[in-house]
């Protein structure tokens, strides 16, 4: 399993789309992964450049509501680092793909970095349509929720 970052608040990151598609067989890889594991609402698999860092292909997991993400993310990681490995021997000529796992807990406002990896439209899997609707969904205005709490 990799090592373990912390991005300082205030940091500069940049997401986009992968210049490059993901080799098939990966791609096919990671989705039966994320598959397989119900805490996992929808995953996406954007370009991420982290402060000090060259960009890389990121796996994010948007987490079901009450997942934490200490639960999930050793096994996942290395779930994830053993399929890659798989998919990329299988293909020896295919562009190498080297991934960081990511989780995003749902159930709270999402963050900038959450919301530029969902407008980055690099979605790998969708489990819990309603959860990707919502999140997608642009926050209503702070007077708005303050004067009509109910919803929309």
């Known amino acids: 399993m990799g090592e373990r970052r912390t991005i300082g608040a205030g940091s500069e990151i940049q997401v986009g789309a992968p210049a490059q598609p993901m080799p098939v067989s990966v791609e096919l890889a990671l ?19 982290f402060p000090g860092q060259p960009p890389s292909e990121v796996l994010v997991v948007f987490l079901r509501r009450g997942v934490g993400p200490e639960a999930i993310l050793g096994p996942l990681a290395e779930a994830v680092q053993r399929s890659v490995a798989a998919a990329m021997a299988a293909n020896p000529g295919a562009r190498v793909v080297e ?5 995003v807990s749902l159930g ?22 309603a959860a990707y609707a ?5 926050p209503r205005p702070l007077w708005l929720r303050i004067l009509w709490p109910w919803g929309s």
């Open 99 to 103: 991934l960081a796992v990511l989780p």
């Open 134 to 138: 919502a999140a997608r969904r642009a």
């Open 108 to 129: 709270h406002p999402l963050d900038g970095l959450a919301q530029a990896v969902l407008q980055s439209d690099t979605v790998l899997h969708v489990a819990d349509a």
């Open 31 to 49: 989705r039966d992964v994320v598959q397989d594991r119900s805490e996992i609402a929808f995953a996406c698999v954007p370009v991420i450049a």
